[in-house]
């Protein structure tokens, strides 16, 4: 398993940016993929955006174009670059690994863009 550790979220106003972090300890190389997923008050957990093992990205539409998600060449960083915020995207941001053992979850951390 991995721990995941989030964080850099905080208030913005409308169009501005954050850029979120999610430390990655242990088991690394079990690693599938990294997701970001968002979850606001009375919704789902939706995933956000997805870099695998290869280095593939996946972005839900709602972000494609604002949101960048990478990762540092120890593969123990991934970050969440989010540009031109809108207010829709307040949310509890998760850091998510994908793992062949299953799924691990960071404790999250609050994005609020005030308009």
């Known amino acids: 398993q991995v721990q995941l550790a989030e964080s850099g979220g905080g208030l913005v106003q409308a169009g501005g940016s954050l850029r979120l972090s999610c430390a990655v300890s242990?088991?690394?190389?079990?690693?599938?993929?990294m997701r970001w997923y968002r979850q606001a008050p009375g919704k789902q957990r939706d995933r956000v955006a997805t870099i695998t093992a290869g280095g593939v990205t996946v972005y839900a539409d709602s972000v494609e174009g604002r949101f960048t998600i990478s990762r540092n060449s120890g593969r123990n960083t991934v970050y969440l670059q989010m540009n031109s915020l809108k207010p829709d995207d307040t949310a509890v941001y998760y850091c998510n690994a994908f793992q062949t053992t299953g799924d691990s979850w960071g404790q999250g951390t609050q994005v609020t863009v005030s308009s």
């Open positions: 242990g088991s690394i190389s079990s690693i599938i993929a």
